[in-house]
T-cell receptor, first 115, second 118 residues
Framework: DAKTTQPPSMDCAEGRAANLPCNHS???????VYWYRQIHSQGPQYIIH???NNETNEMASLIITEDRKSSTLILPHATLRDTAVYYC????????????????FGQGTILTVHP | GAVVSQHPSRVICKSGTSVKIECRSL??????MFWYRQFPKQSLMLMAT?????????EQGVEKDKFLINHASLTLSTLTVTSAHPEDSSFYIC??????????????FGEGSRLTVL
């Protein structure tokens, strides 16, 4: 799976949009971009994923550049509870087997939302 | 959404004892479960892939005789840390992939189990 690069930390004011970037310049055509987050001492939580189109759900929006070499996770109105480590992961999804679901976590971005 | 539950959430044991951690998928069947380990201020590291009805696949550097994995049913996988030592103290997290879900779906993670070996 392709590697990703994220800033180690970011700050955001409560109520403002948090924009978390991720570079994945070596992404392959069959690799999806996934975002998870991990609040302290909890298991990771799925946020959103996409292949090439922008995606939006109740938690966030995912903007993927046209060349797919980078993406941005947007939390439209950050709250204090959004303080967490955010992981951007790219993963190829093939024909099942043991590779399905195997995620390689990088260091992620520590997002701190302050009042 | 789908729920994965781990038990216990915290465990403290003496050095040399064995500890079992359970991972259950509560509302779906999971043919495959994954066990991760996370040391303080570090990212998650995959330990092994647990396949229902067959042997687990371990990542390089993970001792299969020390970290016993059993996936006896489609809703339960267990991780047993045998002869635990203080260096095994860590946060253990499982995840599950859903049987029948298309290959674009998300993984579901448990809440994690914090092991402290004295």
């Amino acid at each position: 799976d392709a590697k990703t690069t994220q800033p180690p930390s970011m700050d955001c004011a409560e109520g403002r949009a948090a924009n978390l970037p991720c570079n994945h310049s070596t992404i392959s055509g069959n690799e999806y971009v996934y975002w998870y987050r991990q609040i302290h001492s909890q298991g990771p939580q799925y946020i959103i994923h996409g292949l090439k189109n922008n995606e939006t759900n109740e938690m966030a929006s995912l903007i993927i550049t046209e060349d797919r070499k980078s993406s941005t996770l947007i939390l439209p109105h950050a709250t204090l509870r959004d303080t967490a480590v955010y992981y951007c992961i790219v993963r190829a999804l093939g024909a099942g087997g043991t590779s399905y679901g195997k995620l390689t976590f990088g260091q992620g971005t520590i997002l701190t939302v302050h009042p | 959404g789908a729920v994965v539950s781990q038990h216990p959430s915290r465990v403290i044991c003496k050095s040399g004892t064995s500890v079992k951690i359970e991972c259950r998928s509560l509302d779906f069947q999971a043919t495959t479960m994954f066990w991760y380990r996370q040391f303080p201020k570090q990212s998650l590291m995959l330990m092994a892939t647990s396949n229902e009805g067959s042997k687990a696949t371990y990542e390089q550097g993970v001792e299969k005789d020390k970290f016993l994995i059993n996936h006896a049913s489609l809703t339960l996988s267990t991780l047993t840390v045998t002869s635990a030592h203080p260096e095994d103290s860590s946060f253990y997290i499982c995840s599950a992939s859903r049987l029948g879900l298309t290959n674009t779906g998300e993984l579901f993670f448990g809440e994690g189990s914090r092991l402290t070996v004295l």
